[in-house]
Each structure stands twice: as C-alpha cells, then as structure tokens.
C-alpha cells in the first residue's frame, strides 16, 4: 500500500543524523565526566565552540542540560545534566479508560493514575480528562508544566509511520485522520510522539517487565483487539509502513465475520474484548466492558470463563505462529484479557507450545507482563525517552 511520504526524513548521512550523533557525543560526554564548561565540551568531543554552543542551546531548551550562570562569558558557563527534576509523561489513550505515567530523565517513574472515559470519548473529552491526569501527577511529583519536557502517547489501532491511524480508522475512530502527536502537542505545549500500544507495551517489557535482558521478544497485547509489539536484536521493529505485528488481523477465516480493518475472518473476530462481549449479549448483556467481562470470570460465571478459554486457545495458536517465524527468546503477554490470569493464560500455553516447531519452542519463554495496567503507558514513557532505539540520548 503507497503512503505518502512528504516529510523530511533522516537518512544515516543527513544534517539531522549528524547532528542527533553530535548530541549524543555531548550527553555521553557529559555523563561520564559530569558538569563541564563549553570550552572543555569543545575540546573533549572534538567538535567546533559554534557546533558545542548551537547543541548545548537546543538540549537546555529541551531541558536536558542546564547552563550555570557563572561569571567569564557563554563558553566559560558550566553545563549539566539535569535528568532529576525534568519529566516526561507517557499516555495511554484505552478503549474505555486513560492511563498517564510520569517519568524523571533519568528513567525513574515518579507516578501513574489511570481513569474510566466512555469508548468513543471525544478528543475534546480526551484531553480534558488528560490534562485533569496530568494536573494530578504533578501535585504528587511538586513539579509545575515547566518540567515536563515531552510526552508520547499509547493508540490501540495501528498508526503509519507519521501517528496517523493507517487505512482502518474505524478501528479508533474519534481520532481518524488526526494527526494526534499535534492536537497533544497544541492543547499542552511539549511534543509528543505517538505509538501503536502493542509496540510500547513491548518497549515497556523490554526495558522494565518481562523481557529484560533478552534479545528478542514479542509482547502480544490482548485488548479490545490485539495486537503485537516486535523487538528484534534490542530494537523496536516497525515494518516498512509502522503497521508491523497487526497479530489480530492474521486471517484465521477468510469467508469468517467483518473485521473492523474491511477484511473477513481475522483473529481479532475471533479473540478480542469485542468480540468476547458480542458473545455474551445475548445471554449477558450486563457485560459490556473488559472489567465487567474479568469479574464474571473471576466469580466463577461459566459463559465468561469459557468465552476467555477459547479467546486463550485461539491467541495460543497464533501466538505458535509468531514463535514458528520469528524463534524469539521471550513472548509477554499484557493488556486487560491477560489479566484474567490462568483461566486465559492455560490454554493459550497449551496451543502455543503444541502448534510451535519443537526447535523453536525450546527454551522459549511464555509470560505474563508483570506490568499489568501499567504497561502501555509506561511504554509512552520509554518512547519518550528515546528507549525505542540503541544509543538513546538518556
Ligand atoms: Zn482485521
């Protein structure tokens, strides 16, 4: 499928790609041997006074480094890192709820809340629940708006390489053909990035859950529909168009029920909190959302543990599936059907690891997030400290 592609983009000999290489020599530099002057920054980076000088304004800007206010001109100034009291946020826009998350520089989450908000809320409601959120992480931390530096934001539905849900806005439709990284960059004054949840939640694991220390995961996020999050070697793998891991439009059935995508018979027809609920409604209509759904279960209610089971069975074979091409080390799971614990996590092990290839399925790792309702906006935390990549900046 042809996307448009007019923005500038960084090839590995760009200005841009210079200069982030720059950056990172100085935030390297100034990790190793603390505050410097910009004299010495100059002369221990090997970089020109002008090139020193032009990077340093921009990181103080972005509230890496702080500048000291010492007497003897510009370059005689000492610059530090200031990771401590410089924050950023990452949010999970759910289908039914926003969580927030708030993280110092230096990587050390400083608090989360998570709140109920009608499926289908508006942007308008969206950001205004955000802002309250955000307002209240705040309090906590006694910081003001000043310290955040960015944000970056979690979306169930598979965004192009720009944020901008791709060719199934139906998926998550308030937000179709807006371009959200902007409407949360206008209504709060830092920048965000925008990720598909499934591919944070696999950063957050990465970093902080299940998959640490591994080199190669795949977290399956099971929610409303399900999708997943591919870490190859240590990085983040986005496919060529950003829409890698779209686990839940695998076709399981191609002359089998419309998915939201246009297409017939994929997985999340089969297994996702939607279709869990359709299942239901006619005998439970009281059921109409994930926590209500895990309740039931969790109360013994027979409909709802089997409609889970099954739900288990069929995300274990596609899990197998994923084991079979991708041989990786760790498979995590998270989101809210995870939650629901054995009753789904049993059955979907068993046809994982009877449908895998037994040399691929050797040694293989099959978990739980230990995360929980934390870990998609934890992984908007991750993305926006540049964890999604090697050689971050902090
Ligand atoms: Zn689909």
Request: glycine share 12%; aromatic share 6%.
């Amino acid at each position: 499928m042809a996307t448009d592609a007019p923005k500038d983009e960084p090839g590995p000999g760009s200005q841009s790609s210079l200069r982030a290489a720059n950056e990172q020599r100085i935030v390297a530099t100034l990790r190793t041997a603390g505050p410097l002057t910009q004299a010495e920054l100059a002369r221990r980076t090997a970089l020109a006074p002008s090139t020193v000088s032009g990077i340093v304004a921009t990181l103080a800007e972005r509230g890496y480094v702080r500048v000291g206010d010492e007497p003897g001109g510009r370059r005689g100034r000492l610059v530090q890192l200031d990771l401590e009291d410089r924050f950023v946020l990452g949010i999970e826009l759910g289908n039914g709820h926003i969580s927030v998350a708030m993280a110092t520089l230096s990587s050390r989450v400083v608090g989360f809340v998570r709140r109920e908000l009608a499926r289908g809320a508006s942007i308008t409601e969206t950001l205004d629940l955000v802002e309250t959120l955000i307002g209240e992480l705040l309090v906590e931390a006694k910081a003001t708006t000043k310290d955040i530096v960015r944000g970056a934001v979690a979306v169930p539905a598979p965004l192009d390489r720009f944020g901008v849900l791709s060719s199934s806005p139906r998926i998550f439709p308030a937000w179709a053909d807006t371009d959200i990284g902007g409407r949360f960059e206008e209504r709060f004054g830092w920048p965000f990035f925008v990720d598909n949840d499934a591919n944070l939640g696999a950063l957050a694991d990465y970093h902080w859950g299940a998959g640490r220390g591994c080199h190669s995961m795949v977290f399956v996020g099971m929610n409303y529909g399900f999708g997943a999050g591919i870490i190859l070697e240590g990085v983040l793998f986005r496919g060529a168009t950003g829409v890698s891991g779209e686990i839940g439009h695998m076709t399981v059935d191609e002359t089998g029920d419309f998915c939201q995508c246009g297409n017939r018979g994929c997985l999340n027809t089969v297994a996702s909190i939607y279709r869990a609920l359709e299942l239901l409604a006619p005998i439970h209509p009281e059921i109409d959302s994930a926590e209500k759904l895990l309740d039931a279960a969790s109360q013994g209610l027979p409909p709802a543990i089997r409609v889970l089971t099954d739900m288990g069975r069929a995300t274990g074979v596609a899990i197998a599936n994923v084991v079979n091409l991708l041989n990786p080390e760790v498979i995590v799971v998270g989101g809210d059907l995870a939650r629901a614990g054995e009753v789904v996590i049993e059955p979907m092990t068993t046809m994982a690891t009877r449908l895998s290839m037994p040399s691929a399925a050797s040694g293989l790792r099959l978990l739980t997030s230990p995360l929980g309702e934390r870990v998609f906006a934890l992984g908007g935390v991750a993305l926006a400290l540049g964890l999604d990549s090697p050689g971050a900046l902090v």
